[in-house]
T-cell receptor, first 114, second 117 residues
């Protein structure tokens, strides 16, 4: 079974631009979560989607948004990029939402904002 | 609020020896899951092992085992017979189903493990 895939793997953007990242979960998984990893803040939860609905959201500004499609694929969008948005963005999938289900991560998208 | 603490920023171990990475946690939810992930320099988070709060036995996955002490709220990862390929960052994480933490993993700060030949 294929793992979680994320595209693109690397991205360079300029301040003020917007960016869209994509995540395809493991086949059969319906929950997709997004995390931001930076050297200073570590790993922080962005949001989780299940059955095309956002179930939970972390403490990030409204510039960070996401959505999930009927095939469980998810996209994350960051508008008006700032230098501080440079990070590794990780997507994780699990069979369902919440509880103690295992989450499996993709390889990440490394975003650099200049 | 959930909290995960990894007090060892870096650990060194000789190849073929065992090593323990520490993790303590805090949550008010009686139902939770504890995870360990390995992150090599490539960035991908690799799932290693899982322990549920109601599991009676400590989890094991090959060379990985989890020393779960519920009363002390600790979930230490033990790697037996270390290999050079084990050199990476290791994260402890927790997920519970309650309240505002619904669905999210809370991560510790990580421990960098270096295996010497």
């Amino acid at each position: 079974k294929a793992g979680v895939t994320q595209t693109p793997r690397y991205l360079i953007k300029t301040r003020g631009q917007q960016v869209t990242l994509s995540c395809s979960p493991i086949s059969g998984h319906r929950s997709v979560s997004w995390y931001q990893q930076t050297p200073g803040q570590g790993l922080q939860f962005l949001f989780e989607y299940f059955s095309e609905t956002q179930r939970n959201k972390g403490n990030f500004p409204g510039r960070f948004s996401g959505r999930q499609f009927s095939n469980s694929r998810s996209e994350m969008n960051v508008s008006t990029l700032e230098l501080g948005d440079s990070a590794l963005y990780l997507c994780a999938s699990s069979l369902a939402s919440g509880g103690t289900l295992k989450q499996y991560f993709g390889p990440g998208t490394r975003l650099t904002v200049t | 609020a959930q909290k995960i603490t990894q007090t060892q920023p870096g650990m060194f171990v000789q190849e073929k020896e065992a090593v323990t990475l520490d993790c303590t946690y805090d949550t008010s939810d009686p139902s939770y899951g504890l995870f360990w992930y390995k992150q090599p320099s490539s960035g991908e988070m690799i799932f290693l092992i899982y322990q549920g709060s109601y599991d009676q036995q400590n989890a094991t996955e090959g060379r990985y085992s989890l020393n779960f002490q519920k009363a002390r709220k600790s979930a230490n990862l033990v790697i037996s017979a270390s290999q050079l390929g084990d050199s990476a960052m290791y994260f402890c994480a927790m997920r519970d189903g309650g309240g505002t933490s619904y669905g999210k993993l809370t991560f510790g700060q990580g421990t960098i493990l270096t295996v010497h030949p």
